[in-house]
């Protein structure tokens, strides 16, 4: 039986790849919990992370064959463990970076919106179509998809099924960068192995800070932050990375495009 799943580590960056070509990656249990077994794994042998899918697309989302016979109490219950699963890539040990080609609609952009950074391909495409299916999104969506482009954008898409391009889903802060065809993959495992370079504490702060302190109150946010801020900064690696600056040991930050330091 063929491989729900790729898995490598390459230069501690795990590649964890959707392997589903022949149903567009759509996401079946058998294949969710394969992925939850993967970013437990890359959590513990890898600084970063890229998800990517196999063939055409990078995934057409909750697979309905075995959706249409479940009873709401089992609905409720798959729901709550796609929650589970996201959440730790959301909110576990490493940044992910997802790479997105091709449909990135339903489940899979609930899934994509679970990574820290997305980067799509010109044949991205971006749509929410549970309203025309008669149901609604159950992995998350609700709350990380509406947060990065709004409630009523995303109730946009599901309500009149619209479909957005590659450079549409960048202007809605779904994307954070673009490719040309064929080339999400290289860039996300760019961008992950420049996370890689990070301070793992630092890293640790921005994925698991970062998200909840935007569910604080102003004040609350801000002691937190401050909280977070003495956390990491008084760390032996952090005192050997500003070292390192102010002994002008460290690469300095140069303006894009420009070849002298900033």
Do not use: C
């Not at 799509?120 to 609604?136: H, K, M, N, Q, W």
């Amino acid at each position: 039986m063929e491989e729900l799943l790729t898995y490598a580590v390459e230069e501690e960056i795990a590649l964890i790849g959707l392997n589903r070509p022949g149903k567009r990656n759509a996401i079946n249990d058998a294949l969710v919990e394969s992925l939850h077994a993967a970013v437990l794994r890359a959590g513990g042998e890898a600084k970063a992370a890229v998800i990517f899918g196999h063939g055409e697309h990078f995934s057409a989302g909750l697979d309905l064959a075995e959706h249409i016979e479940r009873t709401p109490l089992q609905g409720v219950h798959h729901s709550r463990k796609w929650h589970a699963i996201f959440d730790d890539i959301e909110r576990g040990a490493i940044p992910f970076v997802a790479a997105l080609h091709g449909a990135v609609v339903g489940g899979g952009l609930e899934l994509a919106a679970a990574a820290h950074l997305r980067v799509a391909d010109a044949t991205a495409f971006f749509a929410l179509p549970e309203g025309r299916r008669g149901i609604f999104v159950g992995g998350g969506g609700s709350v990380r998809i509406a947060r990065l482009m709004s409630a009523t954008r995303m109730a946009d898409l599901m309500l009149t099924g619209r479909i957005l391009s590659a450079a549409e889903a960048e202007r809605l802060n779904l994307v954070h960068y673009l490719t040309a065809a064929g080339e999400a993959v290289a860039q996300a495992r760019t961008l992950a192995l420049k996370m890689a370079q990070n301070a793992e504490l630092s890293n640790f702060a921005v994925i698991q800070a970062l998200p909840r302190i935007q569910d604080l109150a102003h004040d609350d946010g801000l002691f937190f932050e401050s909280l977070m801020a003495a956390f990491t900064q008084t760390s032996p690696e952090a005192r050997e990375r500003l070292r390192a600056f102010l002994e002008k040991r460290a690469e300095p930050l140069k303006a894009p495009g420009n070849t002298q330091a900033s």
